[in-house]
């Protein structure tokens, strides 16, 4: 026989025999938990021969392989996209989603986002979406990890200090609570995150069957994304991401002012997140970023009737720079002094606005934005008719 001088590879040709796994598991195990045995196993797993070996075992390889995975490109990454390859794309899908739940380094998670598409690319329509639906809520939980990780932010914007921009998004100074954030590495998560549901959005445009429930569930994930970090960004980082997920949301079928409205395709499963809702709205009015996307034609004091919602979602938070953009999306959509009957307050919506404005201008602990809820306040109420105007000065009192 052929003279066999590695280990690894002697006890694969015994299971390819035997049939017995735990031995050959056992040694994995041992081996990779050196520096460079995740390297050595690779390139005995690698071999054409074993590939029987990867075919087979491709759940147990899996979970031990990935927690040992660097960062950077290597014959381990080469050895999980080959195992998943091989094997049956619904229990890789299983066990990559299992173990991307269960890592701590955000690099690697991202990283995985790529073997983790092409899997689930393989699936029926219906498992798709169910796969993006597990992958969102790991997506937005290590986006948001990404805090902590870099430089202090200096405003509620995240924009440092001096940094020139528009009257609404450079209004605030005070050092946010948030904690810190670096910018580059959430930036190549983000982009990340969209090109991995961009091929299931041009999935869904050929389909016949179960294409609104896909395009439905795309434009949910890639509008949980439209939270933290990239809510928290610099404007000149966040803004071509930003034009990137709107359109995609946009080419799912789903209107810019259908979804400012709320009026959402039916999944039997509830809408979309409010925060990237809200803040698709803030990009629209505020930024004026793709407007084309919007109606030619608006009436005023319906689009402020429509964003009311968007702006209590963002006042409601209790981050500086998230509640800094609602004054200004508020501020974008305001209509001209006394042109709004009093009959309008019957929405229950223009009430929670005055009171949700006189709370900031009370309990906030940032000077600038309780000076800029007064202004708004005021402004607010200054919209409406004489009746109106006492109604709503009779409750700002009482608030």
Known sequence: ??????????????????GDSAILLVAISERISNSDGLEDVSNVLLLDKYQPVLAQLGWDLISLVIPRLPPTESRGWELLRTTTTLCSPKEMCLALLEQMSQLDNIAVFFKMMKPLQAVVLKLRTVSVVSALKEV??????????????????????????????????????????????????????????????????????????HKT??????????LSIMDYPLISMKHKMAAPICTQIMYHVVRCRV??????????????????????????????LVDHMEQSYLPMIIRKDYLLHVVLTHFKTLLQRSESRVMSKGLALLNATLVPAHSL?????????????????????VNCPHKTLRERSMKMLLDFINLFDAPGRYKLYRLAWLF
């Open 1 to 18: 026989g052929v003279l066999i001088n590695n280990p690894m590879e002697k006890l694969c040709d015994e299971y390819l025999t035997s």
């Open 136 to 209: 969102a809520p790991l997506v937005s939980a290590a986006l948001r990890g990404f805090e902590g990780q870099g430089r202090p932010t200096d405003n509620a914007h995240g924009e440092e200090a001096g940094e020139s921009g528009d009257e609404e998004r450079s209004g605030d100074v005070e050092v946010s609570t948030r904690g810190t954030l670096d910018d580059d590495l959430a930036c190549n998560g983000l982009l990340l995150s969209v090109e991995f549901v961009a091929p299931f959005v041009d999935l869904s445009k050929s389909l016949t069957e």
């Open 213 to 222: 429930l896909l395009q439905s569930q795309c434009s949910k994930f890639l």
């Open 255 to 284: 209107g810019a002012l259908q979804l400012l409205q709320g009026e959402w395709p039916g999944d039997g499963e509830g809408g979309p997140p409010a925060l990237g809702v809200a803040f698709f709205a803030y990009l629209l």
């Open 341 to 361: 009957n009093s009959n309008v307050l019957d929405d229950p919506r223009y009430v929670e606005t005055t009171e949700l404005l006189c709370r900031v201008m």
